[in-house]
């Protein structure tokens, strides 16, 4: 599609929960981001995949959160027990490339809104 | 990786010229500097970027200093639509993600 889409826009969640979020990127695109906003203007990079591959997982948390992109299937991301300091909007993004250079940019989603309760 | 500071927020008439700015003293030979705004409810919005030379394009012009450690976001007519927090971002040329700071929420009045 033309478009980074995302599933669901808000998802609510008990404490202990699992929830999964998906992203479809823009078609043609290799590369995709997930970043997480806390508060309003919090972003923090989480992770990166070059086509069903890990680019770069630096800003993973090592429990809990698990993300795949698998062909021919949305990515997706994965929180196991969630806890209330998960509560934040997801952006998934894509790229066509992951090098900058001048034509490359990053298009994002409209963000899938997580609350934990 | 090299910061940014900006504004925490600005505010503009309708119709006027806006000139958000952005401080990166630290800045290295090979980050290009990007600028990304979100609208309310949405996902972040690539505005323009550049490297070394003033940028335009429809959305807005991008001058840079000569020593590139400060650069000038310009929207030459603020609509309400431009309403929205305008990051200011240094892309390392080594690196893929986007490193975001507070951004400058940039508001418009009728």
């Known amino acids: 599609g033309e478009e980074v889409a995302q599933t669901p826009k808000h998802l609510v969640r008990g404490e202990g929960q699992k929830a999964k979020l998906y992203c479809a990127p823009i078609?043609?695109?290799?590369?995709v981001f997930w970043y997480q906003q806390v508060l309003k203007n919090e972003f923090k990079f989480l992770i990166s995949?070059?086509?069903?591959?890990?680019?770069?997982e630096t800003g993973m948390p090592k429990e809990r959160f698990s993300a795949k992109c698998l062909p021919n299937s949305p990515c997706s991301l994965e929180i196991q027990a969630t806890k209330l300091e998960d509560s934040a909007v997801y952006f998934c993004?894509?790229?066509?490339?992951?090098?900058?250079?001048?034509?490359?940019?990053?298009?994002f989603g409209e963000g899938s809104w997580l609350t934990v309760v | 990786d090299a910061k940014t500071t900006q504004p925490n927020s600005m505010e503009s008439n309708e119709e006027e010229p806006v000139h958000l700015p952005c401080n990166h003293s630290?800045?290295?030979?090979?980050?290009?500097i990007h600028w990304y705004r979100q609208l309310p409810s949405q996902g972040p919005e690539y505005v323009i970027h550049?490297?070394?030379s003033n940028v335009n394009n429809r959305m807005a012009s991008l001058a840079i200093a000569e020593d590139r450690k400060s650069s000038t976001l310009i929207l030459h007519r603020a609509t309400l639509r431009d309403a929205a927090v305008y990051y200011c971002i240094l892309r390392v040329l080594s690196h893929s993600t986007l490193t975001f700071g507070k951004g400058t929420m940039l508001l418009v009045s009728p």
């Open positions: 078609k043609g695109h290799s590369y």
């Open positions: 550049g490297l070394t």
């Open positions: 630290t800045i290295s030979g090979t980050d290009y």
């Open positions: 993004a894509s790229s066509q490339f992951a090098q900058v250079n001048s034509g490359n940019t990053i298009y």
């Open positions: 995949f070059q086509n069903e591959n890990v680019f770069d």
